[in-house]
């Protein structure tokens, strides 16, 4: 994941500097030490976030701006169905075309959440297991995303 991820980090991809960037993993996650990456401060740049006048670089963390979307917490293991997908991604895409105008991506996140904690597996021998999606953002504004028709 670490790998897919840093092909669009701020040292690979500048291009997408201060650019949201999305990742959905059905799978779970590891930690892992946070790199940094100096860039040079341009007016669009300041026009961007704030920055002192007199600056003309700063540090900015190569993950910044991104949405890391995970199916479950941490060592947690994820429920899947072969027929049908997994719960996680069933509802994801569920909200996903469901989205409201005034829907954040983190009130859309907050809805999966709560959908994916309470569904039942149809297997008796998962009827006591539960999963609960895990989100980490390093995003430095809102995100809204348009549906289009």
């Known amino acids: 994941m670490k790998s897919i991820m840093n092909c669009f980090n701020a040292e690979n991809c500048p291009e997408l500097i201060l650019k949201p960037k999305i990742f959905i993993f059905q799978c779970s996650r590891k930690p892992d030490s946070r790199q940094g990456e100096h860039i040079t401060v341009q007016d669009t740049l300041k026009n961007k976030v704030t920055i002192p006048d007199a600056v003309d670089t700063v540090r900015i963390p190569n993950e910044s701006d991104f949405l890391e979307v995970f199916s479950t917490s941490i060592g947690d293991r994820s429920l899947y169905n072969t027929e049908s997908s997994s719960p996680f991604l069933r509802h994801l895409i569920e909200e996903l075309h469901n989205i409201q105008e ?48």
Request: aromatic share 10%; charged share 25%; hydrophobic share 30%.
């Open 102 to 149: 005034d829907d954040d991506i983190y009130k859309v996140l907050t809805k999966v959440n709560s959908k994916v904690m309470t569904f039942e597996p149809g297997h008796t021998g998962s009827k006591d297991m539960r999963q609960m999606p895990y989100f980490v953002s390093h995003l430095t504004k809102d995100l809204y995303l348009k549906q289009t028709n």
